[in-house]
């Protein structure tokens, strides 16, 4: 009996265009969208200058700028105007090397190099790497500097000098090689976990109608048990979400090459996704007295959830309050299991943290949806 309630609900679900929709064209279509705004790319910051000098010395300190891996130089012409562009924005940051610059270097002048910067704060992310750079540029003619003079007090003593001139701390430089990390390898995981919570609203959808129209009350009056009732109809949503996951990241794995790493880790973490997703939605359903109350209450965790969990946005880059948070929040455990598996290689081991949280979820909110079934049924229209 259960076996054909569940078959039956299978069919269902695959005739309904909403379910499509909802669960695997509109999440491939946000992946797209945001696969292509946040697409792989070589990021560089467009420095504009003016060299007023235009002698050897300043197209050797221009050299030395552009030479520097992710700055874009670009030159200018007219000092005001560059100003005035800052100004409204169309430029972030703009140097002016005085003229003059290769004398003053020769007769050991302070030189003074006018940098111009966009003071929004939300321009400081490409202000300050820039600044950095033209820092460590203009920190090299210093070393120089210091260079000569001390060789110049000890011409004798090349050991004294090469002593005074050794820095008296060196950043050792270690390359440590990961598995390729990208935006699709949080993008195509973040959407597929925050559409798996909108299957809530099917799920609700099917159970409260059933409800309402008298047809729970008919099924029961049959000689099926309502435990059979209940895994029957909760099984399809299981296999639906994990349908939903398996399709989603197929799609990632054919059109964005996904590395999808180890297939067990990603199967068990799913199915306890899957499980935890589908008993939060049992328990919402019984829980609310329409249709309305379960959409909204599901709106409410599916983007929420999403937003504190790290779906959008890498969790690392959240205020540290918001990251705290986000450990309460079952979005973040999937979220975490599925990026460790496809961006460092993560095993079954390593995510048993995740496949925890998400099981212990999904026990707590079936128990409390068994709590509340008999109100479901006992409210049935007949």
Known sequence: MIA??????????????????WLILLPIFF?????????????????????LDQSVASKQFIQSVS??????LKAETEIEDSKERIETGKIRTYFVIPQGFESDLKDEKSIKIDFFYDGTQNAGQVVEPVRAVLNSVVATYQDKKIEGFVKAQF??????????????????????????????TTIIPGYTVMF??????????????EHESGMLSRLLSTPMKRTQYLIGMW???VGMVLVQIAVLFGFGYLVYDLKLGDIPAIIVLSIALSFAVNALGLLITFLSKNENIAIAATQVIALGGAALGGLWFPIDLMPETVQKIAVFVPQYWAQKGYVDIFSRGAQLGDIIPSVIVLLSLAVVCFVGALASYKYYLKDAKH
Request: net charge neutral; no cysteine; glycine share 4%.
């Open 155 to 184: 011409p004798q003593d090349e050991a004294l000098a090469k002593q005074v001139l050794t820095a008296p701390i060196e950043l050792q430089m270690n390359e440590i090689q990961v598995k390729k990390v990208n935006t699709i």
């Open 196 to 209: 798996s919570f909108f299957s809530i609203i099917i799920l609700a959808q099917v159970f409260l109608k």
């Open 4 to 21: 054909t309630l569940i078959k039956k609900e299978l069919i269902r679900l695959l005739k309904d265009k909403g379910t499509v929709f």
């Open 67 to 72: 030479g520097i891996k992710g700055i874009d």
């Open 235 to 237: 099984i399809p949503f």
């Open 31 to 51: 992946i797209f969208i945001f696969g292509l705004i946040f697409q792989d790319r070589d990021y560089s910051f467009e420095v504009h200058y003016t060299d």
